[in-house]
T-cell receptor, first 111, second 113 residues
Framework: LAKTTQPISMDSYEGQEVNITCSHN???????ITWYQQFPSQGPRFIIQ???TKVTNEVASLFIPADRKSSTLSLPRVSLSDTAVYYC????????????FGTGTRLTVIP | DAEITQSPRHKITETGRQVTLACHQT?????MFWYRQDLGHGLRLIHY???????NKGEVSDGYSVSRSNTEDLPLTLESAASSQTSVYFC????????????FGPGTRLTVL
């Protein structure tokens, strides 16, 4: 089971770029890396997913080194509305027993 | 628009009672999941289903059961509610395609007194 390790919390000022790193040393060949965002009293919401190298969408970028043992979610120019818990999830998408959310990283954006 | 809903949104019950939490999705997804979320534990998988008549145990399945009689619904039953089952419960659905993600419901806050 490819478990993940993330920082428990991070603080950032508005307008700064935020990088959240997730460690997944036991990642398997078929595993994808997915990041979710969760606001209070809501279910998690998909942000971005990747397998290797770099992925970018309108919300974030995901950097994955060649050994894939870690990944970094990058949020450009954060605003107060980006205050949330961010989860890194590793799994091969073919078996729910391979999905492990972990405790996430609580990001607080400061004015 | 397709969506995933949960009901009730809040529930208070007593120890020993049977409780059923509903989950309904209109995405036509094959896969459905139930998670519980507690402080300090993140999201933990309770049960999941890959399709009609299929159910599987997750990480914390003791005291819970599910049944899948159609594609849209996966109700979660607490056979005899315990105070340790006080939690927020999330339902999710997905398909097994490359780049797939899980779509989560709004959650049900359950309190067992």
């Amino acid at each position: 089971l490819a478990k993940t390790t993330q920082p428990i919390s991070m603080d950032s000022y508005e307008g700064q770029e935020v990088n959240i790193t997730c460690s997944h040393n036991n990642i398997a060949t078929n595993d994808y890396i997915t990041w979710y965002q969760q606001f209070p009293s809501q279910g998690p919401r998909f942000i971005i997913q990747g397998y290797k190298t770099k992925v970018t969408n309108e919300v974030a970028s995901l950097f994955i080194p060649a050994d894939r043992k870690s990944s970094t979610l990058s949020l450009p120019r954060v605003s107060l509305s980006d205050t949330a818990v961010y989860y890194c999830l590793v799994g091969d998408l073919t078996g729910a027993n391979n999905l492990f959310f972990g405790t996430g990283t609580r990001l607080t954006v400061i004015p | 628009d397709a969506e995933i809903t949960q009901s009730p949104r809040h529930k208070i019950t007593e120890t020993g009672r049977q409780v059923t939490l509903a989950c309904h999705q209109t995405w036509n997804h094959n896969n459905m999941f139930w998670y519980r979320q507690d402080l300090g534990h993140g999201l933990r998988l309770i049960h999941y289903s890959y399709g009609v008549q299929d159910t599987n145990k997750g990480e914390v399945s003791d005291g819970y059961s599910v049944s899948r009689s159609n594609t849209e619904d996966l109700p979660l039953t607490l056979e005899s509610a315990a105070s340790s089952q006080t939690s927020v419960y999330f339902c999710a659905s997905s398909t097994w395609t490359k780049g797939d993600t899980q779509y989560f419901g709004p959650g049900t806050r359950l309190t067992v007194l």
